[in-house]
Each structure stands twice: as structure tokens, then as C-alpha cells.
């Protein structure tokens, strides 16, 4: 079970509205159906909620570390996704959160997922 334990949070340094976007390259979790290592691209988007409202900003140490925990997780690319959404979402109460995972192939299909938290604005979710 991924450690959300490991996530950290520091205060939103301002009121003005502004998005974070985080990309994780190099992530990795174990299919739970065949055993293998499954490695995908994580990108968290969010707006923290303003700093007068107590908003709050992932650490980026502790959320690689958070990632790392999956390393050895044997769960579904789908499960992976809102997971991260569901953790996150809950650790920092942004406005919104979008979590897009990208997996690399296996047997010639690739998969990306997206879980999203609140009202996503209308240009982040062309694709």
C-alpha cells in the first residue's frame, strides 16, 4: 500500500490564482495480473487554494518518495491514477487536481489515464 505518510506540504505563498504542474518520468508499479514492472509518465496539475485560505503546495521530496512506494505495488494503471488524485486531493485541498498518467506499451497499446478533482479549467482538458 503506497505510504501517504511520506507527503509534505508547505504554505501557498500567495492569494493570486496560479498553477503547479509536476512530471514525473520515471515511475513505477508492478501489473498486478502478470507480475511485470509497469513505467509510466506521472503529471500532477493542480492551483493550490489561496495562502488567506490556508492553501498548501506538495513538497517535491516527499511527493518522489510517495511515488517511490508504489515501486513494488501490485495495481491497475486505473487504480494508480485516481489513487495519486485521491491522495493528493486529500493532503492539500487544492480549487483542482488533475492527475494524467502516460504508461509505456506492452503488446503494442499504450494507455493514458486521467483523474481529475474539482472543476477543471476548459484548456487543460483538450488533449
Not at 503547479?20 to 515511475?27: A, G, M, S
Not at 500532477?44 to 505495488?73: D, M
Amino acid at each position: 500500500m503506497p505510504d501517504t505518510s511520506l507527503l509534505e506540504t508547505f504554505a501557498a505563498p500567495t492569494d493570486t490564482p496560479f498553477v503547479i504542474e509536476h512530471v514525473n518520468d520515471e515511475f513505477t508499479s508492478v501489473c498486478p495480473k502478470t507480475g511485470h514492472p509497469d513505467f509510466g509518465v506521472i503529471t500532477v496539475r493542480y492551483e493550490p487554494a489561496p495562502a488567506r485560505a490556508g492553501g498548501v503546495c506538495v513538497e517535491l521530496k516527499s511527493l518522489k518518495l510517495y511515488y517511490q512506494s508504489f515501486r513494488n505495488e501490485g495495481i491497475f494503471y486505473e487504480a494508480v491514477t485516481n489513487r495519486i488524485r485521491d491522495d493528493l486531493a486529500a493532503c492539500m485541498r487544492p480549487v483542482w487536481l488533475q492527475v494524467i498518467t502516460d504508461w509505456r506499451g506492452r503488446g503494442g497499446i499504450r494507455s493514458t489515464i486521467r483523474a481529475d478533482f474539482g472543476a477543471i479549467p476548459p484548456h487543460y482538458l483538450a488533449r
